[in-house]
């Protein structure tokens, strides 16, 4: 489960996009990069804390945070992206979810920022893999039995007892179990760990973890009927034969390799045309991986971008929406085509770059979402697999756009 932060700045990159222009793809102009200078009035600075988030002029200036691994520390695991066209039935602008680590989510509307906490669905576990169904975050939650502090027992190794697949419903505020080890027939010192779905199918691995052995099995289950109207109790499976009693789901035994398959970083030749044409100026010119998000909700999608295997490669994230698609890497330059909600599109969908506001050293941006008019970055300080202190910035790019 280690969390493969590479964090490294882009400086020969970054270097050449200082001095030069980019060339963006299928157009014969060059574009500078539009920089988000500091200090101006179009962004502004947060930091989490136990008690939720706080504004900072800069997040070097955030109070000191102990840095713990990743699985442990409160920072922005995901941001989700919901639809345009759904938002426009009442006129308001599609929200960006954020899931924070140990904390809650925050809901991203315009200008307006809604944290919804759960101290002790949280407590202990570690928040990743968020999804979306029907604008409704999904999420996964787990005791990683490597780096978390609350199991230091037998006893507590083979009682974990968390609530794994969890749905968040954003009417009313509130989050509640969907699925867990009992959804399986399974004992207390097993858990889900990981899952991914593609739209049809959920994919699962569960580890069984005791004080002498860690064992994984994987697993495929189509619900037979709308995933967020079950509870863990709806569904009762026959332990010999993995049907479900109820007629609620079908589940399907998997090897290693199909689970993994899965999940596969494909090359980049194989993206997304409009991921492609989005990332068309550096695609000849550095090694990438990107983590590409959609507004289908279903789980991202990896791809990689080698050009020199001598030269290191670098990290993104990619949403695509409905009306924009965007790009950022980690130390904040950015790539957009497309049209805010309710905005028109800008340059006839060519691509436009953007540089955030430079990050102090061994600070990286994480992910992002967009909402209204107002971009929302995830920013962390970093050190191979431990964070420090994290926040957000959110910029007004209506400001910077139009």
């Not at 270097?15 to 539009?34: G, H, M, N, Q, R």
């Not at 889900?192 to 099995?217: A, H, L, V």
């Not at 569904?235 to 479900?244: A, G, Q, R």
Request: hydrophobic fraction near 35%; charge should be positive.
């Amino acid at each position: 489960m280690k969390k493969l932060n590479t964090h490294t700045k882009i400086k020969l990159f970054f270097l050449y996009l200082i001095i030069a222009p980019i060339v963006f793809f299928s157009c014969s102009k060059k574009t500078e990069l539009t920089t988000i200078k500091q200090p101006v009035q179009n962004h502004k600075w947060f930091y989490f804390n136990t008690s939720g988030y706080e504004q900072v002029d800069y997040p070097s200036n955030a109070p000191l945070s102990l840095k713990k691994p990743w699985t442990e520390s409160i920072h922005i695991s995901s941001i989700r992206q919901s639809s345009s066209f759904d938002s426009e039935k009442n006129n308001q602008p599609p929200k960006s979810f954020a899931l924070i680590n140990r904390l809650g989510l925050i809901e991203f509307s315009n200008d307006k920022v809604t944290l919804t906490k759960d101290s002790l669905l949280f407590k202990d576990v570690t928040a990743s893999n968020q999804v979306l169904i029907n604008e409704n975050p999904i999420f996964l939650l787990y005791k990683n039995t490597f780096f978390n502090n609350s199991i230091n027992s037998k006893n507590e190794l083979e009682n974990l007892s968390v609530p794994s697949i969890v749905q968040f419903d954003s009417v009313a505020k509130t989050f509640y179990p969907i699925v867990d080890a009992k959804t399986f027939n399974l004992n207390s010192n097993h858990q889900i760990t990981d899952f991914f779905w593609n739209g049809k199918f959920w994919y699962y691995c569960i580890k069984k973890s005791t004080d002498s052995e860690t064992k994984f099995s994987y697993h495929k289950l189509k619900p037979t009927s709308a995933l967020l109207s079950l509870l863990p109790n709806d569904i009762k499976l026959n332990k010999e034969t993995n049907i479900d009693k109820n007629a609620k789901i079908a589940l399907t035994n998997l090897s290693e390799k199909e689970f993994r398959d899965i999940q596969k970083i494909n090359d980049f030749s194989k993206a997304n045309e409009r991921l492609k044409k989005l990332l068309s100026s550096v695609r000849n010119k550095i090694n990438f991986e990107v983590e590409c998000k959609s507004i289908d909700g279903t789980s991202a999608k990896k791809f990689i971008n080698l050009i020199d295997e001598n030269t290191q490669t670098v990290e993104c994230k990619a949403q695509i929406s409905d009306t924009w698609a965007a790009a950022i890497f980690n130390d904040g330059t950015m790539y957009f085509s497309g049209g805010l909600f309710n905005k028109p599109i800008i340059n006839n969908f060519k691509t436009i770059g953007l540089r955030l506001p430079k990050l102090p050293e061994n600070f990286i941006y994480s992910d992002f979402g967009i909402s209204g008019n107002y971009l929302y970055v995830a920013w962390e300080e970093s050190s191979f697999y431990e964070i420090g202190r994290a926040g957000f910035l959110t910029v007004d790019l209506d400001k910077i756009l139009y």
